[in-house]
């Protein structure tokens, strides 16, 4: 029986350029016990079409065609008091961003009655043993001490379990969550998943789980929507979608998900794969570091954000870098482009220790062209009143002799080499697509011929088919430039396409580094299997446990 | 509650520095006068023998660390100097036309606020609704409009055109007794001494300089009581409250406003800064007998102690107010506590 | 590949001027405020020329004559001509404002500047320096600077600019501040940038839309300021035309009924502030390459 049915719903938002559908007629049941998934990529309307079966749109939005409708309840037409006394009760949302999420100055305790006083499923008097219950449900521990605590006092999974415990405070039938993990650490992204999981099986409920991994949807889910560009371009349960996927999205977001066994050409469509990088061999070593720290002057003490870690990156190689946010990987890799200076250790490049030129005259060294970075967030990267052919001319303009006319060429080659559309150098950063904004400055970052380039989080912003794209371009770059990589990253499983060796951190130290291969497939701390199990799997080739246990 | 006493002890003694700041910046604008300092406190009529008294008095004579350190123990004493006009200690003087000041300016400021927030939570509630217009217009002519002018324009049409507003001439018409005073606020002092036919003639008296203090600073905060209003509403934690069925007021009032009231009460100290500016002004056109007036009149005549005192004492004035802002702040919000650790 | 199929149509590039057209026809108010700009300028500019009477010039035979015909804006007590006097009086106002935000936005500017990007020991202390500035009533202290160094214009112009300082400062100290980590600053540093060109040509051109909206509200302010401490008799004096004074004098008469004395200036004064409050959104959206389409 069907609990949710949403027939030919049509969304439309009013802008400045005229009225804009971001969904377009889709059609989807949920029935009772079941967990949906859907999944797209941004702008495919997935997260659209959960506000507007809230009936949350924004302001200019609105339901322009179709129906909703939730156990026999019209909830296009329905009134607002009605919308209001089923929201929370009936269907509960979770968000994306759990700390935004909650109110900053309230504490969370409050937050929690606030709901079950408004849905009467608690008095005055039994508010707080019934909001510590909550708590408990979402199995916080010390749920009495964390009633009064405020939101900026509780880490990023704990929010988004007082988040969880919002929505489930009055037992609602359907749960709807909204890109649920998204901005929190991989490990506590499973134990998030796992938690709402649990929940959903333990009371019975309906679950949407709208998301961009599907990976993910895969783990969690029964059954999938693939969405595209505000229509249902596919639906099925994960396994057939994922061994037999009928649509060309489906199959390229398939191809796209990263998994184990596929290289990094297996995640471009079929037809798109290109032969199989031949990697240089990498023998000498470029950069060695020894025994190198940081430590910060915090205001309660000193803090230890990196603590004399040692490794080497060779001629031509390409090293991952991986651990959750806090490890220290991205200190790391500030002191190794040397913008900041390290507290003690060496930095070996070439056999001449950097750590000694201070960052403040960097800008100065003759190795400053040999060692250059991709930044993770694209967007911030770039100056907003540049345009991509002034960010990329730069570094040429800056540290090097180049003649303009000369540089006027050698950025149209760059962008030639990394597939940047000549016309687009032209344009600022707010008109290029995420994308795009990735190869200038992987343009940007190349245009010196760097010997070494760190890369921090290159595709982490991107959707996955992106990635894919960026990731090989990153691949063809190292075979044909010979540029060794230092691959700073969150996701094991992307760091693995890309590199021959693997670092990972925690706490400002390396608990493991070797082999990509044996680090993947043996690893021999137990903070590198709980990062292994933590990332989702997609269901290739067996089945998942979760359907099983349904 | 611990870390929230302490840093509301913090804030207090953070105030330190910044009272130390205005001693200094008032001792250097008193010997910053061009010429002979000793000449201007003694003032026109002087002869040699008083300018050489002043100078003593004023310790001009040292060099510039003592005379500060003078200065400053002067100003922990309450010694102001002289008025020329008055032949009154300047702290007297300061002391006898605040409660006036006072008076005047916290009836507008009790005014603008109970105008100017209700007001821009209702624009922010329905944007591009008529009262979000009403909204617009009054922020943006409020700002541009002169006090005095304001004054002055108030004071053609009420009082000349009209004739409902009594002459613009001080606190109180000269057909009613000044009320015994007590905490020398006119309204209060009436009510505390029943004489409402006193108390309604000072009312009258008040309405119009109030009125143009207050359309004054009613535009900063409802221009700013509108913008965090929204900037609340949009946030993710509204729609949080919006997706567990919250009522419309409870979204409204706890989740929004409570959180929309932080940037307002920052706001305040601006507001205030400019009030109290703005009230010298409004004092000269009613002719109002504050402190405002004083260092007016005073100006006139040259009288540098007088107007010296009177930048300090509103200085002075502006810091508490700022204090007990800074405090509110504390109170409504829990981060601040851990923010200074 | 998708990232780059959707967008090859080739976008049209604005030049700075073609920019500057669009932010004006977008936006109506804009161009209003910009049309009150203009008129204010000519005034300045033209002033002298424009006028029909000597605005020094009295005449008691005809002193405070309601607006007519001949004299637009009526006569003052002296029987000078009140419209002579109030667009002579916009080229001081505009100098005194324009003269007095440009040095509080330099000061400000490099201040900010220089504290934002370092921070360290002299941010400490430009902080403690402002904060002792806005511990003041602004305008009170601008009485009090005025009274001490004299009663000059010259003082009038640095009094308005130390009040305003610390609000450029405070800003652009914030802008540079949350900027000075960017990702592009970094990405200038990497490109041979040393730290002062970091700051000058990539941090902080990027500060200038919220400045820009600060300039016009200042000049707004800078007005005000000037023309209410002519108004208490500092600064300019008499029988010089200024809006302040006029008013000032104007005041007196009000209570007879005599309202054009006061009103015009009044009114000019008002017109003035309102055009910099306008005009702050416009400029904003000029200096901002993000409105770029």
């Not at chain 3, 800003?171 to 002062?196: C, M, P, T, W, Y």
């Amino acid at each position: 029986m069907s609990l949710l049915s949403i027939q030919d719903l049509k969304v439309s938002f009013a802008t400045r350029r005229g009225s804009v559908e971001a969904v377009r007629g889709i059609s989807l049941e949920i029935r009772k016990g079941e967990v949906l998934g859907i999944v797209g990529e941004s702008g495919s309307g997935k997260s659209v079409t959960s506000y507007a079966l809230m009936r949350l749109l924004e302001r200019n939005g609105r339901i322009s065609g179709g129906s909703l409708t939730y156990g026999g309840i019209d909830l296009r037409q329905a009134r607002e008091s009605t919308m209001r006394d089923l929201r929370g009760r009936e269907i509960s949302m979770i968000f994306q961003n759990p700390r935004a999420a909650l109110n900053p100055i309230r504490k969370v305790g409050h937050q929690i009655e606030d709901v079950l006083r408004r849905h009467a499923k608690a008095t005055r008097s039994n508010a707080r043993s019934a909001a510590i219950r909550a708590l408990e449900a979402v199995r916080i521990r010390d749920a009495e001490a964390r009633y009064n605590a405020y939101p900026f006092e509780l880490s990023g999974g704990m929010c988004q379990r007082v988040v969880i415990a919002i929505a489930l405070a009055c037992d609602p039938k359907l749960l709807i969550a909204d890109e649920p993990t998204t901005g929190l650490d991989i490990t506590t992204q499973k134990a998030v998943m796992d938690l709402i999981a649990d929940l959903i099986a333990e009371r019975g409920m309906s679950a949407m789980v709208i998301t961009h991994d599907l990976g993910l949807a895969a783990q969690y889910c029964n059954r999938l929507v693939v969405m595209k560009d505000g229509e249902i371009v596919e639906e099925g349960g994960p396994e057939t979608l994922f061994s037999r996927p009928q649509h060309a999205y489906t199959r390229k977001l398939v191809d796209a998900t990263p998994r184990p066994g596929a290289s990094v050409r297996q995640l471009l469509p079929l037809d798109q794969r290109s032969a199989e990088p031949q990697l240089p061999k990498a023998e000498t070593p470029l950069l060695e570091i020894r025994d190198l720290t940081k430590t910060y002057q915090g205001r309660s003490g000193p803090v230890h954000a990196v603590k004399g870690i040692s490794f080497e990156v060779r001629k031509g190689e390409s090293v991952g870098l991986v651990g959750e946010s806090g490890c220290g990987k991205s200190t790391t890799s500030s002191m190794l482009v040397r913008l900041i200076d390290p507290t003690s250790g060496e930095i070996l490049f070439n056999g001449r220790d950097l750590a000694r030129s201070p960052a403040r005259n960097f800008a100065r060294d003759a190795d400053r062209a040999r060692i250059q970075m991709v930044f993770q967030d694209a967007t911030d990267s770039f100056n907003p009143r540049h345009t991509a052919r002034q960010s990329i001319a730069e570094p040429l303009a800056r540290l090097t002799n180049t003649p303009k006319r000369q540089r006027v060429a050698r950025v149209e080659e760059l962008a030639d080499l990394v597939g940047l559309p000549r016309p687009l150098l032209d344009r600022f950063p707010h008109q290029l697509s995420g994308g795009q904004k990735a190869r200038v400055g992987i343009a940007r970052a190349i245009a010196v011929d760097p010997q070494f380039l760190i890369l921090d989080e290159p595709t982490a912003a991107l959707d996955v088919s992106i990635q894919a794209i960026v990731l090989n371009l990153l691949v063809d770059l190292r075979t044909k430039l010979g540029i060794s990589y230092l691959f700073v990253s969150h996701d094991l499983h992307v760091v693995r396409l890309l590199c021959d060796r693997v670092i990972v951190m925690r706490d400002g130290e390396i608990v493991e580094q070797g082999t990509a291969a044996s680090v993947m497939e043996t690893p021999s701390h137990p903070y590198t299997r709980e990062l292994l199990a933590a990332s989702p799997k997609p269901p290739l080739p067996a089945p998942p446990e979760r359907t099983a246990a349904e | 509650m611990a870390g929230r006493l302490r840093t509301i002890g913090l804030r207090i003694t953070h105030a330190i520095p910044v009272i130390l700041g205005v001693v200094v910046v008032s001792f250097l604008l008193t010997r910053a006068l061009p010429g002979d300092p000793a000449v201007y406190f003694a003032g026109h009529a002087a002869d040699e023998a008083s300018i050489e008294e002043v100078r003593t008095a004023l310790g001009l004579d040292k060099p510039l660390p003592e005379q500060f350190l003078v200065y400053a123990g002067n100003v922990l004493t309450g010694d102001l100097g002289q008025s020329l006009s008055t032949g009154q200690p300047v702290i007297e003087d300061l002391a006898h036309r605040l409660p006036a000041s006072l008076e005047l300016t916290l009836t507008a400021l009790l005014l603008s606020c109970t105008i100017a927030i209700p007001l821009g939570v209702l624009a922010a509630t329905r944007p591009g609704s008529a009262v979000d217009h009403l909204c617009r217009v009054l922020v943006t002519a409020g700002v541009s409009l002169p006090t005095f002018f304001t004054g002055v324009l108030l004071i053609y049409i009420f009082y000349y055109l009209l004739g409902i507003a009594p002459s613009p001439l001080g606190r109180l018409d000269f057909i009613y007794i000044e009320p015994d005073r007590i905490t020398g606020f006119y309204l209060i002092d009436a009510a505390i001494a029943g004489d409402w036919e006193t108390w309604t003639g000072a009312l009258k008296q008040l309405v119009l300089p109030a009125i143009t203090l207050t359309l004054f600073t009613l535009a900063p905060l409802a221009r700013m009581t509108r913008a965090a209003m929204l900037s609340a509403l949009s946030s993710d934690y509204i729609r949080t409250a919006r997706a567990a069925g919250l009522t419309e007021d409870k979204v409204l009032f706890t989740y929004a406003f409570r959180n929309a009231l932080l940037p307002v009460v920052t706001t305040l100290g601006m507001v205030f800064s400019f009030t109290l500016g703005a009230n010298v002004l409004v004092e000269k056109v009613f002719a109002w007998p504050g402190i405002g007036s004083y260092a007016v009149e005073a100006l006139v005549v040259s009288d540098y102690a007088a107007v010296q005192g009177f930048v300090l004492a509103m200085a002075l004035l502006f810091v508490v107010l700022n204090l007990v802002i800074d405090l509110s702040y504390t109170l409504i919000d829990p981060r601040i506590g851990f923010e200074t650790r | 590949m998708s990232d780059i199929t959707t967008s090859q149509v080739p976008v049209k590039q604005d030049g700075t001027l073609a920019h500057i057209g669009y932010v004006l026809r977008s936006n109506p108010v804009t161009l209003l405020a910009f049309t009150m700009f203009a008129i204010l300028l000519l005034a300045a500019v033209l002033g002298p020329v424009i006028v029909p009477y000597d605005p020094m010039e009295s005449n008691a035979a005809i002193a405070l004559q309601p607006p007519s015909m001949a004299h637009w804006f009526g006569t003052d007590n002296l029987g000078r001509d009140v419209f002579s006097r109030v667009i002579l009086a916009t080229r001081l106002d505009l100098a005194i404002s324009v003269a007095a935000v440009a040095l509080s936005f330099l000061i400000g500017s490099v201040l900010g500047s220089v504290a934002g990007y370092w921070g360290g020991w002299l941010d400490t202390v430009l902080n403690r320096l402002f904060d002792t500035i806005m511990a003041f009533p602004l305008f009170v202290l601008a009485m009090g600077i005025v009274a001490a160094l004299g009663n000059t214009v010259e003082n009038i112009v640095y009094a308005t600019a130390v009040i305003n300082i610390p609000f450029y400062a405070r800003l652009v100290r914030a802008e540079v501040n949350i900027r000075r980590d960017a990702g592009f600053a970094q990405a200038a540093k990497l490109a041979g940038n040393s730290d002062i060109r970091v700051l000058a040509l990539h941090i902080f051109p990027n500060a200038l839309p919220p400045m820009m909206v600060q300039v016009s509200l200042n000049l707004g302010w800078a007005i005000l300021n000037a023309a209410g401490l002519s108004f208490i008799g500092l600064g300019v004096r008499p029988p010089t035309a200024e809006w302040g004074i006029m008013v000032a004098e104007g005041a007196n008469f009000i209570v007879s009924g005599e309202w054009w004395l006061a009103f015009f200036p009044g009114f000019a004064l008002m017109f003035a502030v309102f055009t910099f409050n306008l005009l702050g959104d416009g400029l904003r959206d000029m200096v901002d390459p993000r409105q770029r389409s």
